[in-house]
């Protein structure tokens, strides 16, 4: 029976992993062609047109700057010519002193290593510099000089430039997707809070809490992907005309995060709330209608900010403003029927979190506390 068991188990693993593997493929067909057209083109130009001999470094730096990575292009192309010119030099300066063998490669990979973290934080960076300074210390130097490797550098990241503004990926796509996640994610855990309340169930006001505390590599991998999207809107003439909708993304995500860490001081006040029953049955029922609302209003909101067309995101983004709107006139202890102090304290600190909902929305700060009702 046991061994059935774990067979049907290991059949579902193995299907799942080839279909996310082939969906994962399907996603990355593009990328990958646009990868081999760069870094064939990048390694033909180099040998036939510079006449450098096996130029892989011209093929292996548009790859990297190409690559699947949030980062800008335009950064990792930057770290790769600078990390393999500086390498090289350094290289042969110390080679020049200390002479080629295994103990000079291991001193000048340590200085190199620790010069590339000097001068900056990049990986990429300081990869490249540290390789490129062995390789001049361990093989010897390509025809036309060890700067050869460094020029071939700079033709692969000028290749994938090239790419990147001729063969613009839409910009929007990726934020889109992510700012999606993350008001999923807030949706869930005020969901959560809300279920929490209505079963007086202090360790399921906790598991929101980890939940929202979970939600801080989204908001990092969406800021990543608004900085290489700015960057491909910047560069590519067909998508300048999408900026203006980037850097609004951008500002939502800043409300959006202050969202997030709100809804976790709001979680963590609720879990004391609970264990010490500082609320009664009917403002229980009031604040968990809320928070139900609220996550409503919020996939009313990640409908517009993920959506491509303009009259369409602005109907979604009226239709969540008011929303919101509605329900953040009601914060008021006294309007949620709550009497004791420790009560009060868990409305009070939605209201912050509301007003950062609305401003995310497109309203003005002024605006959106101005809707909540005086204390």
Known sequence: ???AAGLSA??????????????????SLVPA?????????????????????GPLFAATSSLIALGFSREPRLRRVVEVGLGCTIGIAVGDLLLHWLGSGIWQAAVVLLFSILLARFLDSGVIFTTQLALQSVLVVLLPAPAGGPFTRSIDAVVGGVCALLVTILMPKDPRREP???????LHELAEVLRECADAMVNSDSSQAWHAL????NCQP??????????????????????????DELDRLKQSLDFIDLALRNSRVFARRL????????????????????????????????????????????????TARRDLSEIALRLHPKLLEVQRLEGETVVMLFRPLMVDLLEATGMDADEARDVLPAL
């Not at 059949?11 to 279909?19: A, C, Q």
């Not at 709330?273 to 990640?302: F, H, K, M, P, R």
């Open 176 to 182: 889109r997707r992510d700012v999606q996640k993350l």
């Open 218 to 243: 989204l908001v990092d991998a969406m800021r990543q992907s608004l900085r290489a999207s700015g960057e491909v809107a910047t560069l590519a003439p067909a998508y300048r005309r999408h900026r």
């Open 33 to 53: 062609l646009q990868m081999t057209v760069c870094a064939v083109a990048a390694y033909a130009f180099a040998e036939y047109v510079l006449g450098h001999t």
């Open 271 to 318: 879990t004391s709330a609970i264990n010490n029953a500082a609320l009664s049955d009917e403002a229980t029922d009031s604040i968990a209608g809320v928070l139900q609302e609220t996550a409503a209003a919020i996939d009313e909101l990640s409908l517009g900010l993920a959506e491509s067309h303009d009259g369409v995101r602005r109907a979604h983004l009226r």
């Open 1 to 3: 029976m046991a061994p």
């Open 10 to 27: 290991g059949k579902r693993f193995l299907h799942g992993r080839i279909r996310t593997g082939l969906i994962r493929s399907r996603n």
């Open 210 to 213: 980890i939940r929202g505390r």
